[in-house]
């Protein structure tokens, strides 16, 4: 089965720019999630959604970051505009909710964005 | 809010001695689901185990840990450190009913690196 997907895996982009980062969950999974992940913050959470729909918006993050949930096998993280600041490595993750179980989360590989 | 704290920053061992890292939470779920995550160098995280019974010890791949309630504890151990063991570990807490909610609170990473 395939893994999650994440593309691109590099991303260079200047100040002010708007950049697109996708992800493709593991299929049947029915939660997905958006980390940007920093050396000093670890993995902070930016959006979660339970069945396409958006369960939690990353707080902070809401003024200039979107993740949007097209279908249940595809999902984009937009940033705009960008700044210095949000260099870090964006990782998507995706799991299957069922009861009792305590959902394991399936990371994609990540996109790494670098601001300039 | 729920909360993870974890043994800040990195960690040095000489292969071959015993490994600890804290984790402690604060959580107003009754039901805690503990869960450790481990990140190798440009590899994306990956669960390394997980548990919600208190006081029993769950283990894998030579890692052990058990959660306490008591004490709102979920300390990762093993016996013998390995250089392979070299990697980012994350705590991680959610609910065990995971039907009303399905993301996880990450701590921000212990370093672990071992020495030859």
């Known amino acids: 089965d395939a893994g999650v997907t994440q593309t691109p895996r590099h991303e260079v982009a200047e100040k002010g720019q708007t950049i697109i980062l996708k992800c493709e969950p593991v299929s049947g999974h029915n939660d997905l999630f958006w980390y940007r992940q920093t050396k000093i913050q670890g993995l902070e959470l930016l959006s979660y959604f339970r069945s396409k729909s958006l369960m939690e918006d990353g707080g902070a993050f809401k003024d200039r970051f979107k993740a949007e949930m097209l279908n249940s096998s595809f999902s984009t993280l937009k940033i705009q505009p960008t700044e210095p600041k949000d260099s870090a490595v964006y990782l998507c993750a995706s799991s299957l909710a069922r009861d009792n179980s305590g959902n394991t989360l399936y990371f994609g590989e990540g996109s790494r964005l670098i601001v300039v | 809010g729920d909360s993870v704290t974890q043994t800040e920053g990195l960690v040095t061992l000489t292969e071959g001695l015993p490994v600890m890292l804290n984790c402690t939470y604060q959580t107003i779920y009754s039901n805690p689901f503990l869960f450790w995550y481990v990140q190798h160098l440009n590899e994306s995280p990956r669960l390394l185990l997980k548990?919600?019974?208190?006081?029993k010890r769950t283990e894998h791949q030579g890692f052990h840990a058990t959660l306490h309630k008591s004490s709102s504890s979920f300390h990762l151990q093993k016996s013998s450190a390995q250089l392979s063991d070299s990697a980012l570990y994350y705590c991680a807490l959610s609910d065990r009913w995971t039907q009303v909610v399905g993301q996880l609170t990450f701590g921000r990473g212990t370093r672990l690196q071992v020495y030859a």
């Open positions: 548990s919600f019974t208190d006081n």
